[in-house]
């Protein structure tokens, strides 16, 4: 089964920190990638950040670089997303997803187009 349920989304003011959580099941947790992606109200769905689990390489969409970070915990079966210095350009639904293959090219960066399973989507609404 193929299950990512993410949580952590909440109102903050500019500035502030939020961490995004996503548990996964062992299925969605076991494919070479996984990442975040957001959607802003009339926007396009935009890649945030990638892991790819052979490495631990890490790629950030460059409006949020150096401000976010991506990580995993292998024993909790959960993806996060550190949120430091949120703007309100960053209000958006985030979703995680997962690539389910077992090997992926990290050369690829943020190819959030490889993503097979996506979870329903945690709210950040950042207020000036």
């Known amino acids: 089964q193929v299950r990512m349920v993410e949580s952590g989304g909440s109102s903050v003011q500019a500035g502030g920190s939020l961490r995004l959580s996503c548990e996964a099941s062992?299925?969605?947790?076991?494919?070479?990638?996984m990442g975040w992606v957001r959607q802003a109200p009339g926007k396009e769905r935009e890649g945030v950040a990638i892991?790819?689990?052979?490495?631990?390489?890490?790629y950030y969409a460059d409006s949020v670089k150096a401000r976010f970070t991506i990580s995993r915990d292998n024993t909790k079966r959960t993806l996060y997303l550190q949120m430091s210095n949120v703007k309100p350009e960053d209000t958006a639904m985030y979703y995680c997803?997962?690539?389910?293959?077992?090997?992926?090219?990290?050369?690829?960066?943020?190819?959030?187009?490889?993503?097979?399973?996506w979870g329903q989507g945690t709210q950040v609404t950042v207020s000036p």
């Open positions: 892991v790819y689990i052979a490495g631990n390489f890490t």
């Open positions: 997803a997962a690539t389910l293959r077992p090997t992926c090219s990290v050369l690829r960066g943020l190819a959030t187009s490889d993503f097979d399973v």
């Open positions: 062992e299925y969605a947790f076991s494919g070479c990638s």
